[in-house]
């Protein structure tokens, strides 16, 4: 295949280039590094730019081409190229370019200080597919500044946005809410909306999840204190109650129901992520030693330093995964079951499953376990609940496992339940 091609052509009656009719693999993630060109007071994964050591241990470009070839024989035809900061590689646009030549949809997650003109135009003539994801960390210097800790960044930040416009580049706007950013949101709605690509107000996080690599007590510390309490998060959810209460309707008829003792209920081994390391893990958010397998042998050597992700062991054993393998072992972790007494008398027979963020990812983040309850997580979506009615003052979703049926039918008038709205207000 030249240089310039993208399409591969095919004679009738030729056989297609998937046999199955379902992929075996939905989409992948690949982190081309956990380095970024700004240091986030929030980030979960950042490292410093100019980290050398990182950098030499992250995959080469022929790694990551190599990838991407066996995902394209398992039928994914979506690759999410995010980071860290992506485009700080220097082989961005080779690994980009290669993604496309197998037919892939790029999805790439980025800050856009590093869009140049060249890249803008390269995006534009062979265009990812999707819309490019933007994070916007404020509206003026002072907040986004504020956030990035980065002088300089955010005049990057308009410029690599001018820029993908320019070029009529589509991309879309996300946010992180802040106490350095948090009066800007309504200014942030209203920019985003002028943005052509933008169908709705920006994705916004409002709950921050802790560093997954568990790598810096200082750095948790530091992004507990940023983190909203439950009733500011719930304020910031119900800006538009009438639109809240509706998608709670359909939400609730849908996942309110005790998850009982299996860890995992996302669909597990579907699809997958890739660190900057070459290590799979079942998606962005899994990274316990256990769940993970390496990729490459070179890997395994260059971490017997302990020197880019000290907490992860060699957990495969020296074992060598093909992404095919890798998929196999990640679908046999549906049939893991919670043993801790906590989680079982609590999150296994909540039924605010589908409010609440639990899951063995959080789990791990936070206490380095994959079933302990998250406070954080069960404090918001019980605030949540309450606000509905689904809940009494002083009712736990685990105390009220019958519940369920009474809230659906409820919802679906349109209403709060009768049984607690006075609860509700108290």
């Not at 900061?85 to 997650?109: H, S, T, W």
């Not at 791990?364 to 069960?378: A, R």
């Amino acid at each position: 295949m030249n240089g310039s091609t993208y399409v591969v052509r095919r004679a009738p009656g030729q056989v297609p280039l998937f046999r199955e009719s379902k992929p075996r693999m939905g989409r992948l993630d690949i982190e081309l590094t956990e380095r970024c060109n700004n240091e986030c007071i929030h980030c979960c994964i950042n490292r410093s730019a100019n980290d050398g050591r990182a950098r030499s241990q992250e995959m080469s470009t022929e790694q990551i081409q190599d990838i991407l070839q066996q995902a394209a024989g398992l039928g994914c035809l979506e690759v999410r190229l995010t980071g860290g900061e992506p485009l700080l590689r220097p082989d961005f646009e080779e690994v980009y370019l290669y993604a496309r030549r197998l037919g892939m949809k790029v999805l790439i997650f980025s800050n856009a200080r590093l869009i140049t003109r060249r890249l803008a135009g390269l995006l534009a003539r062979v265009p990812p597919l999707v819309p490019i994801e933007i994070t916007i960390y404020g509206m003026s210097r002072e907040s986004y500044e504020a956030v990035t800790r980065t002088n300089g960044s955010f005049a990057q930040f308009r410029r690599g946005v001018d820029l993908l416009l320019v070029h009529k580049v589509p991309f879309v706007l996300k946010t992180v809410v802040l106490p350095q950013n948090r009066h800007e949101t309504d200014e942030v709605e209203r920019w985003s909306g002028r943005m052509p690509w933008m169908t709705g107000p920006p994705n916004c996080t409002p709950f921050l999840d802790l560093r997954s690599r568990r790598d810096s007590d200082e750095k948790n510390a530091l992004i507990k204190s940023l983190r909203l309490s439950p009733q500011d998060g719930l304020a910031l959810l119900i800006r538009d109650a009438a639109s809240y209460r509706r998608e709670m309707a359909d939400f609730s008829s849908r996942f309110m129901m005790p998850r009982g003792d299996l860890l995992f209920t996302c669909g597990i081994g579907r699809s997958m992520c890739i660190d900057a390391y070459g290590r799979a893990q079942p998606c962005m958010g899994v990274r316990a030693p256990e769940l993970t397998v390496g990729l490459f042998a070179r890997h395994s050597a260059a971490r017997e330093g302990r020197s880019v992700s000290d907490h992860r062991a060699e957990a495969s054993g020296g074992d060598v995964f093909g992404l095919s393998d890798a998929m196999v072992r990640f679908a046999r972790f549906r049939s893991l079951r919670a043993t801790n007494p906590e989680y079982l008398s609590r999150c296994a027979r909540c039924i605010l499953k589908g409010l609440c963020e639990q899951c063995p990812a959080k789990s791990w983040m936070e206490h380095g376990t994959l079933d302990t309850p998250v406070e954080y997580f069960c404090e918001i979506a019980h605030a949540q609940a309450r606000y509905l009615g689904w809940l009494g003052g002083s009712e736990y979703g685990w105390e009220v496992e019958d519940r369920r049926k009474e809230w659906t039918n409820s919802m679906n008038r349109g209403g709060t339940s009768d049984r607690h709205v006075g609860a509700k207000r108290a």
